[in-house]
């Protein structure tokens, strides 16, 4: 998802609804294949279906709320939300938004950690954003593709050429690998990991 789009809140809503609908759906024994297999992703990960479904909730209000604020398109401020934690991405010219955006996602329920990533005194130009997108495909092409990386338990976020990363590792080797792949993209100049490392 670009962050251009995370301000449409139509899609998370979808989204979720089409989840907490082919949940019940699966209980019956249908499914539809493209569904199924988001479903069937979702319940792969280590936060589970449940978990992901909770992640949605969370990150449709968080939406809702900066629509109804009034942020605006150009501000480009994304959230992205694992385990109740929001992660705070994309780049804004006015503090007070920043501020203010991590105001009100601490008024969602539910929300266990703010973690603000925006960069202040910035903007994203079309070309950055484009830029930043084809990062974010290189750093999740090489994790998919790397056997020792549990792939799908990570988020990627690419800002200016600041790589975000959150999710659960499974081990600390695990996420020194994520962190290597993400640093050896062309354009790369930081990588910022809000991983967890998984707690046996």
């Not at 992901?52 to 009034?70: P, T």
Request: hydrophobic share 45%; glycine share 8%; aromatic share 6%.
């Amino acid at each position: 998802m670009t962050r251009l789009t995370k301000f449409m809140l139509s899609a998370p809503v979808l989204l979720l609804t089409s989840m907490l609908a082919l949940s019940s759906i699966l209980s019956g024994c249908a499914a539809v294949v493209g569904a199924g297999a988001t479903v069937g992703v979702a319940a792969v990960q280590e936060r589970g279906l449940k978990g992901r479904v909770s992640d949605l909730e969370i990150e449709a209000q968080v939406l809702e709320k900066f629509v109804k604020a009034g942020f605006k398109l150009t501000s480009t401020i994304g959230a992205e939300v694992y385990e109740g934690r929001v992660l705070l991405t994309g780049a804004s010219t006015e503090t007070k938004i920043t501020d203010q955006a991590v105001k009100l996602v601490w008024e969602v329920d539910g929300v266990k950690a703010v973690l603000n990533e925006i960069q202040v005194g910035k903007n994203s130009g079309i070309s950055d954003i484009a830029q930043d997108s084809w990062i974010t495909a290189q750093v999740k092409s090489k994790m998919t593709f790397d056997g020792d990386i549990f792939s799908i338990n990570y988020v990627v976020e690419t800002v200016n050429g600041t790589v975000y990363l959150i999710g659960i590792a499974q081990n600390e080797a695990e996420h020194k690998r994520a962190k290597q792949h993400a640093a050896s993209v062309k354009f790369v100049r930081n990588v910022i990991s809000h991983v967890r490392v998984k707690n046996y």
